[in-house]
C-alpha cells in the first residue's frame, strides 16, 4: 500500500511559478512510475509529467514541455512538479498518482491515469484568478 500526499499548490499570477510536492509513504519497490495529473473544471483529468523511478526518465505533456520539470528525491521519497511560467490554462486540481507492477497496466503510457493505482487527494493550483 502506497499513501501519497501532495502540497505546494496556491493562487498565483500569469509568469509565475510554483513548485508541488508529493510525498509518499509506504512501500514504493513495485513501483515503475509516478506522475502528476491535473483535472480542470468541466475537463477530463489529463496526464502533465512522469518519472520513470529506474533510470529517471521523464515523460512530459506537450502542453508542458520547457515550462515544467519533474523530478524525484529519492532519500526522502518525495515526487516534485516544477511548474515556471504559468498560464491561465493551468489552472486545475493536480493530483500525484503511482502505479504498481503487481497491478499490471505498465502496458499503458506513463501518462494515462488508467495506469496508475495510487492516487492522491490533489492539490489546487489557480492561476488568473
Known amino acids: 500500500q502506497l499513501q501519497l500526499v501532495e502540497s505546494g499548490g496556491a493562487s498565483v499570477r500569469a509568469g509565475e511559478s510554483l513548485r508541488l510536492s508529493c510525498a509518499a509513504n509506504?512501500?514504493?519497490?513495485?513501483?515503475?512510475?509516478m506522475g502528476w495529473f491535473r483535472r480542470a473544471p468541466g475537463m477530463e483529468r489529463e496526464g502533465v509529467a512522469a518519472f520513470f523511478i529506474r533510470g529517471g526518465s521523464t515523460l512530459y505533456h506537450d502542453s508542458v514541455k520547457g515550462r515544467f520539470t519533474i523530478s524525484r528525491d529519492t532519500a526522502n521519497n518525495t515526487l516534485y512538479l516544477q511548474m515556471n511560467d504559468l498560464k491561465c490554462e493551468d489552472t486545475a486540481m493536480y493530483y500525484c498518482?503511482?502505479?504498481?507492477?503487481?497491478?499490471?497496466?505498465?502496458?499503458?503510457?506513463?501518462?494515462?491515469?488508467?495506469?496508475?493505482?495510487?492516487w492522491g487527494q490533489g492539490t489546487q493550483v489557480t492561476v488568473c484568478s
Open positions: 509506504g512501500d514504493t519497490s513495485a513501483t515503475s512510475s
Open positions: 498518482a503511482a502505479d504498481d507492477s503487481r497491478h499490471g497496466g505498465l502496458r499503458l503510457s506513463a501518462l494515462a491515469d488508467r495506469r496508475h493505482v495510487y
